[in-house]
């Protein structure tokens, strides 16, 4: 099946007063209808800017580069900004992470929802309208169509993050990026607003990128991960293949601090991951989880660190061979 979206080696740079910011360095993944894939990292790792520089939305003075970005076949490397303003919203959708922030507060629900499909479609206002509801509905909001005179102020946080999803959804887009969609949320709005996206991308078709830092919503909704640290992706594999067996010392560092139900006591501490990460300004070199491995050699410094595939679609970013990296780990 041909990719929705296709990435490979994407680099965004940014230059400061304090040196070239590497913001993302070699990324690489793909995404295919009705399929998820997450991007998994802490704050600051690049998963967001990744997203970003995708939908060509990022600050003036980036840099973006890239051996592949195409979306459906097109080359988004030679799109125009005219052009991709024909596609925002309308074959490719974004679901940002703080819908209070993300909604205009002076337009109504309707205005809001309405505008994408008036803007990308030649439809009457009553088709707009009726669309609009029909989203509403979809993703469980009541009353819908009295909703639309509403404004932004007047629904809860999770009413608020289920409009923005039927605003992604107005045009019928083949992809969907989800920003941290549910940081904002509590536990059980979490929960339904995960379920809500996976089901409506399963009736729908459509290729998700999933962005999160959180592992549990990982684990519930997503095909594939790419696991990112320090602008770049150090493993990649299905969700089964990462979780049953971390191959990277940082995913194993992520998985360590993750409560386990029946096995983590109550009290127990936690596992964690010692070190800060490194500054991305100026020049990098070597592997950037050096500081903060257990397997770091004095190679890690300066060697070129790839990124080693053990089968399609499973790889990791480090020198030594999976089983030296679980054994490494292990020994912390």
């Known amino acids: 099946m041909n990719p929705v979206i296709e990435v490979k080696n994407l680099f965004v740079d940014l230059p400061l007063p304090a040196g070239m910011l590497h913001a993302v360095r070699n990324v690489s993944f793909h995404v295919s209808r009705g399929e998820t894939v997450s991007l998994v990292g802490e704050s600051g790792c690049g998963k967001s800017m990744t997203a970003l520089a995708i939908m060509n939305l990022l600050p003036m003075n980036a840099i973006r580069t890239a051996d592949v970005l195409s979306f459906e076949g097109r080359d988004f490397l030679q799109t125009s900004e005219s052009e991709m303003a024909d596609i925002r919203g309308n074959k490719m959708a974004m679901i940002f992470q703080e819908p209070m922030t993300s909604l205009d507060p002076c337009y109504t629900i309707g205005n809001q929802l309405e505008e994408a499909l ?35 102020h007047q629904l809860s946080g999770g009413l608020r993050q289920r409009v923005m999803i039927a605003m992604g959804l107005m045009c019928g887009p083949s992809l969907i990026i989800a920003d941290e969609p549910t940081t904002a949320l509590d536990v059980t709005i979490q929960a339904q607003i995960l379920s809500l996206l996976k089901s409506l991308q399963t009736e729908f078709e459509m290729g998700l990128i999933l962005i999160t830092h959180d592992l549990g919503v990982v684990a519930r909704v997503a095909d594939r991960l790419a696991v990112m640290y320090c602008g770049e992706v150090v493993e990649t594999g299905t969700t089964e293949e990462v979780f049953g067996n971390p191959i990277h010392p940082y995913t194993r560092g992520l998985m360590a601090c993750i409560p386990v139900p029946g096995k983590t006591k109550p009290g127990e501490k936690l596992g964690s991951i010692s070190g800060i990460v490194p500054t991305p300004i100026g020049e990098l070199t070597g592997c950037t989880f050096r500081n903060r491995c257990p397997n770091s ?17 499973r790889a990791y970013r480090c020198l030594l061979s999976p089983e030296a990296c679980a054994a490494g ?3 912390s």
């Open 329 to 331: 780990w292990s020994q």
């Open 118 to 152: 008036n803007q990308h479609r030649r439809v009457s206002k009553q088709e707009a309208s009726d669309r609009a509801v029909f989203l509403l509905e979809k993703v469980g909001i009541t009353a819908a169509a009295s909703r639309l005179k509403q404004y932004p």
């Open 297 to 313: 050699t004095a190679e890690c410094v300066y060697s070129e660190n790839p990124l080693n595939e053990i089968s399609p679609g």
